[in-house]
């Protein structure tokens, strides 16, 4: 068998990606420290949005336009690329900021692929939130089981899909039916929304039931959206490990035992030289993943489930090796260590687990499963 090695191209940031940063990373820093998100967290509230921080989305997506940012121009959007979202994935998920940026990314991905201009504008503007409404679980590479059914001339629509992500605030439901997806208004007639605790608390996930809900059906492709969200969890994932190893190193550098700093201990030492290695490979793959979903390459597929399966253990291993060098203060509520150890858990399974992925590799590449 003969293998292809595609360029990879530039996977440096550019100056735009860094200024975006930046506005970003201001914003998130100024209006949702982690004290703020635990708190939020942290409450009942009677707020249907429960942690979700709308005012925080409001002001993304109006302010600077993260919604639309791989949106063209001409389909109101900001005309730029996936590559300038990813950035966006890393400070948000640097932050674990409660706001449904990958439900969004999935759904522009979706609908960027239809007709529906007017709603692709809506979502890219920040006047609309969209959602697609597949098992939180489920990753690209495999048929999207379809759980809800058409029934009536009029595309009424019968069933219940659980564990949905992002749709606590959304608008507007993307549902998976036979011949394409039905675009259903959240709060018409016919829905019902079960939001529950998650893992994630930054993060939960909602049952959706229809029983005779009015949609409109049109063609779209699922597996792509699901690629290219795939694409940009692994950046989420990227931030949320590069901030854990930093916030380690801060805290290893300041805390001293027995008079010497914590820091200066080579086994320590060697710990975090061999998880920054790790992440600085995260970097690469997730880089590359964002760079085909934005070139819209043939190499998309392979991208997303290599940056799936490669970020979502290092996410995972930053945040469980960051709570354990803080020691005791890591493990107590009043610090953020659990809130991104609960995100790294959860990304690992959100559009399918590492296995997951792996075995869509196999299988793209002609290896054994």
């Known amino acids: 068998m003969t293998v292809t ?3 990879t191209g530039d996977l440096l940031y550019s100056d735009v990606e860094d200024d975006l940063r930046a506005s970003v990373r201001a914003l998130v820093d100024k209006q949702a420290p982690w004290d703020a998100v635990l708190r939020r967290t942290d409450t009942d509230s009677d707020d249907p949005s429960g942690p979700v921080d709308t005012d925080l ?74 959602v697609l409404v597949v098992g939180a679980t489920h990753g690209a590479g495999r048929p999207v089981p379809v759980t809800v059914e058409r029934q009536g001339a009029g595309d009424l629509l ?46 939960r996930l909602t049952d959706i039931t229809f029983d005779g809900a ?10 792509h959206a699901l690629q290219v969200g795939a694409a940009i969890l692994a950046s989420e994932q990227l ?22 700093r914590l820091a200066s201990y080579q086994a320590l030492k060697h710990r975090l030289a061999d998880l920054w290695v790790a992440i600085t490979q995260a970097r690469a793959v997730a880089r590359y993943a964002a760079r085909c979903a934005a070139d819209v390459s043939p190499d998309l597929p392979v991208a997303a489930a290599v940056a799936q399966a490669h970020c979502s253990e290092v996410a995972l291993l930053a945040a469980e090796d960051g709570l354990q060098l803080h020691g005791g203060i890591g493990f107590t509520w009043e610090h953020p260590a659990h809130l991104f150890l609960k995100r790294a858990r959860a990304d690992a399974l959100v559009l399918g687990s590492a296995d997951h992925h792996r075995s869509v590799l196999a299988g793209l590449v002609d290896l054994p499963a």
């Open 5 to 7: 090695t595609p360029e």
């Open 57 to 130: 989305w409001k002001r993304l997506t109006q302010e600077i336009g993260v919604a639309g940012l791989a949106v063209p121009e001409e389909r109101g959007g900001a005309g730029a690329s996936w590559r300038e979202a990813a950035v966006v994935a890393e400070e948000l998920g640097r932050a674990v900021a409660p706001v449904p940026f990958l439900g969004t990314v999935v759904a522009t991905a979706l609908l960027a692929g239809t007709t529906e201009d007017d709603l692709l504008a809506a979502v890219a503007a920040g006047e609309r939130t969209a």
């Open 158 to 203: 019968q069933g219940t899909v659980t564990a949905v992500v992002d749709a606590v605030t959304a608008d507007v439901l993307l549902v998976p039916v036979d011949g394409g997806i039905a675009i259903v208004e959240a709060d018409g007639d016919g829905v019902t929304r079960t939001t529950s605790e998650s893992l994630d608390m930054t993060r």
């Open 214 to 223: 009015p949609g409109r059906v049109v063609a779209a492709d699922v597996d």
């Open 239 to 260: 931030g949320l490990a590069e901030r854990c190893l930093a916030d380690t190193v801060a805290y290893l550098r300041d805390r001293h035992q027995f008079g010497r």
